[in-house]
C-alpha cells in the first residue's frame, strides 16, 4: 500500500528543535518530489518546503534558514529539522508526495501536531 | 512569489446543487494549478491536477477548468460527503503557494 505516515511533533518551547519524520511505503521517497505543508489552528493550507529527486531544496520565507529538509534514501524516509522554532509554527504538519515537477500532491501523511509554547 | 486567490471565501449550498468555485492567480500559472479537498481532521486530497485532469478515484462530478491566471472547479451536483474545504494550489514555481480555501458549506 502506499502511505506516508508522519512522526515526531509534540509540545516543543519557543527557540527549541523538533524533527519530524515522514516514513514512505509503497513508493520511493528518492524518486519523487517531496513535499511538507502545514496548517494552523483556524488557518489555511501553507506549503514549507520541498527536495526534488536531485536533491535541491526551497523553502517558504516564513522558515527558511530555520528548517530543514533532507532524506535518508536507505530508510525511505523524509524529514523536516525544525530549529528556533515560534509561536507561529503551531500547526498539523503534512508530508506530501508530489509525482513530478509541475504535478499536484497525490499522496499525503496523517499529518503530525508540533505545538510551540513555553 | 506568485499570490493565489479564491472566491468566494465560503457559500451555502443544497445537495443536488451545482457549486463553482473560482481561483486566481496573480501572474500565469500555465496549467499548473490543481485542487484540493480538505475535511476536517483528514489528510488534504488531490481532487484535479494540470488545472482539468482528474486524480483517479475522484468521482466524475468533479470537474476544473481554465488556464494561465483564472481557474474554476465545479461540483455539479453536490453530495453529502462533499460539504468540505476546497483550496487551489500552483506548482508552477515554489513557493507552491495555496489559495485561501472555500468552506462549502449546508445551506
Known amino acids: 500500500e502506499v502511505q506516508l505516515v508522519e512522526s515526531g511533533g509534540g509540545l516543543v518551547q519557543p527557540g527549541g528543535s523538533l524533527r519530524l519524520s515522514c516514513a514512505a511505503s509503497?513508493?520511493?521517497?528518492?524518486?519523487?518530489?517531496m513535499n511538507w505543508v502545514r496548517q494552523a489552528p483556524g488557518k489555511g493550507l501553507e506549503w514549507v518546503s520541498v527536495?526534488?529527486?536531485?536533491?535541491?531544496?526551497f523553502y517558504a520565507d516564513s522558515v527558511k534558514g530555520r528548517f530543514t529538509i533532507s532524506r535518508d534514501n536507505s530508510k525511505n524516509t523524509l524529514y523536516l529539522q525544525m530549529n528556533s522554532v515560534r509561536a507561529e509554527d503551531t500547526a498539523v504538519y503534512y508530508c506530501?508526495?508530489?509525482?513530478?515537477?509541475?504535478?499536484?500532491?497525490?499522496?499525503w501523511g496523517q499529518g503530525t501536531m508540533v505545538t510551540v509554547s513555553s | 512569489d506568485i499570490q493565489m486567490t479564491q472566491s468566494p471565501s465560503s457559500l451555502s449550498a443544497s445537495v443536488g446543487d451545482r457549486v463553482t468555485i473560482t481561483c486566481r492567480a496573480s501572474?500565469?500559472?500555465?496549467?499548473?494549478l490543481n485542487w484540493y479537498q480538505r475535511i476536517p481532521g483528514k489528510a488534504p486530497k488531490l481532487l484535479i491536477y494540470a488545472a482539468s485532469s482528474l486524480q483517479s478515484g475522484v468521482p466524475s462530478r468533479f470537474s476544473g477548468s481554465g488556464s494561465g491566471t483564472d481557474f474554476t472547479l465545479t461540483i455539479s451536483s453536490l453530495q453529502p460527503e462533499d460539504f468540505a474545504g476546497y483550496y487551489c494550489?500552483?506548482?508552477?514555481?515554489?513557493?507552491?503557494?495555496f489559495g485561501p480555501g472555500t468552506t462549502v458549506d449546508v445551506k
Open positions: 527536495i526534488y529527486t536531485g536533491g535541491s531544496t
Open positions: 506530501a508526495r508530489q509525482y513530478g515537477g509541475g504535478d499536484g500532491f497525490d499522496i
Open positions: 509503497g513508493f520511493t521517497v528518492s524518486s519523487n518530489y
Open positions: 494550489q500552483e506548482t508552477y514555481t515554489v513557493p507552491f503557494t
Open positions: 501572474q500565469s500559472v500555465s496549467n499548473y
